[in-house]
C-alpha cells in the first residue's frame, strides 16, 4: 500500500516569488501570469485536499505500481568490493519498473488529475526522449482528455517508437521544425499554445524545470520515490543512505528522491549530467558543470549559453538529458553546496548500460546509464561501506535501438 506522506521538511520551500535564491521565478509573457497564478492557487487547494489524494495514491497504487522497490544490486556491489572485503552497498530505487517505464508518471498523472479538478479538458506537453509525452498520453488516456504533444522533429526521428505509441495512446504529436528540433524548442511551442489557449488548457511540464509554481509542484509528485526510499531503508537496515545518485536532465527524478533527504546532512546528494562527447567539447549538455546563469522557459537557473547570452544546443546520447537548462533546485543546490554535481561522456554511459545489463539482467535507460557510469569514479573514493541509493528512474528497451547502432560503430 503507498502512504503520500507530507513531507517532512518545510524548510526547501520557494520563496514567495517562486524563487530558490536567486534561482526560479515568472519570466513569462503577461498572458500567462493569471494562468501560474491560477495553477498556484489550486495547487495549494487540492494538495492536501483528502479526495485529491485518495485518487492519486490509489492509482500510484493500482495503475502505476508503487511503492517500487528497493533493490539491493548484490552483482554490482560485489563488481566494486575491494580486495579487504569492504565495498559499497549498492541498492537501486527501481522507478523502471513504473508502468510506461520510468518515473515521469508520478508527475503526469498528478497534473492530470489536477488539470481535471481545475476544469481544463484539453492537455498540451513537450517531449524530448518522448517518455513525457507517453506518460502524458497515458494519463489523458485514462481520464479520456484531449491531448496535443509537442516534439521536435530531430527527436521525432531519434525516438519513432515512443510517437507511434504516443499515437495510439489517442494523443496527437505536433512535430516542431524551429531550431535545432529538440526539446528546448518543443517547449517553446508548447508554452506559445499555452498562451494562446490558457481558458481551456492546462499544460504539464515534464521536469522540475519552468516558471513557478512547475519547479515545486513537479518536486513534490515526485517526492513520493525518496519518501519511499527513506521508509524501505529504515526496514531493510534501519538507517538512512549514505549517498543518493541520480541522473540530472531538467533534475526531476533526482529532486524526487534528493527531496526527502535535503535536511538530512549525513546523507551525500549527487547529480549526475551528461557530458556527451566531453565537457570541453561543444557538444555536451553539461549544465551545472560548464552554464552559466540566465532565464530560459521563465525560470532563472544555470544554462548553456554563448557570450551573448543565446541558448546553444544540447548535445547526449540520451535524448531525455539533451537540455540546456536545469532546474532552479538544481542550481539552488550547487550553488549552496548542499548536492554535488558531476558528469559523464556519452561512452562512459554507453559502456554502464552493457554493464548493467550483464550484472544485474536489468537495461537501464540511456538517461540512468549515466548515474551508473559515476560509480566509476565514485566507488574508488570512498571508504568502508557506505550505502548509495541510485535512483533507476526507467528502463532501456526505448534505447536498445540507439545503443545497437553505437556499437557498430565503436
Ligand atoms: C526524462 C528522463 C530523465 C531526465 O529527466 P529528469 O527530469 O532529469 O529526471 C531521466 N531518466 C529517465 C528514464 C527519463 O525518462
Known amino acids: 500500500m503507498v502512504s503520500i506522506q507530507k513531507p517532512t521538511i518545510s524548510s526547501q520551500n520557494p520563496d514567495k516569488l517562486g524563487r530558490f535564491g536567486q534561482f526560479g521565478g515568472k519570466y513569462v509573457p503577461e498572458t500567462l501570469m493569471p494562468a501560474l497564478k491560477e495553477l498556484e492557487t489550486a495547487y495549494h487547494q487540492y494538495r492536501d485536499d483528502l479526495s485529491f489524494r485518495a485518487e492519486l495514491i490509489n492509482l500510484l497504487t493500482d495503475y502505476v505500481g508503487r511503492p517500487s522497490p528497493l533493490y539491493f544490486a548484490e552483482r554490482l556491489s560485489e563488481h566494486y568490493r575491494r580486495p579487504d572485503g569492504t565495498g559499497p552497498q549498492i541498492y537501486l530505487k527501481r522507478e523502471d519498473l513504473n508502468h510506461t517505464g520510468a518515473h515521469k508518471i508520478n508527475n503526469a498523472l498528478g497534473q492530470v488529475i489536477l488539470a481535471k479538478r481545475m476544469g481544463k479538458q484539453r492537455i498540451i506537453a513537450e517531449t524530448g526522449a518522448g517518455q513525457h509525452g507517453v506518460a502524458t498520453a497515458t494519463a489523458c488516456a485514462r481520464f479520456g482528455l484531449e491531448c496535443i504533444i509537442y516534439m521536435g522533429i530531430h527527436d521525432m526521428e531519434r525516438q519513432s517508437l515512443n510517437v507511434f505509441r504516443m499515437k495510439l495512446l489517442g494523443a496527437t504529436v505536433q512535430p516542431v521544425t524551429a531550431g535545432t528540433g529538440t526539446l528546448k524548442d518543443a517547449t517553446s511551442e508548447a508554452i506559445r499554445d499555452w498562451v494562446t489557449n490558457v481558458e481551456t488548457t492546462h499544460y504539464i511540464l515534464g521536469s522540475v524545470a519552468g516558471p513557478h509554481p512547475y519547479p515545486m509542484l513537479v518536486r513534490d509528485f515526485h517526492a513520493i ?100 537548462g536545469v532546474g532552479p533546485e538544481h542550481s539552488y543546490l550547487k550553488d549552496t553546496q548542499r548536492a554535488e554535481y558531476y558528469s559523464v561522456t556519452d561512452e562512459q554511459a554507453l559502456k554502464a548500460f552493457e554493464q548493467i545489463s550483464r550484472l544485474e539482467g536489468i537495461i ?30 526507467g528502463r532501456g528497451d526505448k534505447d536498445v535501438q540507439t545503443v545497437a547502432k553505437q556499437m557498430n560503430q565503436l
Open 225 to 324: 520515490i525518496g519518501q519511499e526510499t527513506r521508509r524501505q531503508a529504515q526496514e531493510k537496515w534501519g538507517g538512512l543512505p549514505d549517498i543518493l545518485l541520480a541522473c540530472v536532465g531538467g533534475g526531476s527524478n533526482a529532486i524526487g528522491l534528493f527531496h526527502e533527504f535535503l535536511d538530512e546532512p549525513t546523507v551525500r546528494l549527487i547529480g549526475v549530467e551528461a557530458a556527451g562527447e566531453g565537457v570541453n567539447s561543444p557538444k555536451h549538455a553539461a549544465t551545472l558543470t560548464r552554464g552559466q546563469v540566465g532565464v530560459l522557459h521563465g525560470a532563472m537557473s544555470y544554462l548553456l549559453q554563448d557570450e551573448e547570452g543565446q541558448v546553444i544546443e544540447a548535445h547526449s546520447i540520451s535524448a531525455g538529458l539533451d537540455y540546456p
Open 364 to 393: 537501464p535507460a540511456l538517461e540512468t546509464a549515466h548515474a551508473f557510469a559515476y560509480l566509476e569514479t565514485l566507488c574508488p573514493q570512498l571508504e568502508g561501506c557506505p550505502r548509495i541509493v541510485i535512483n533507476c528512474s
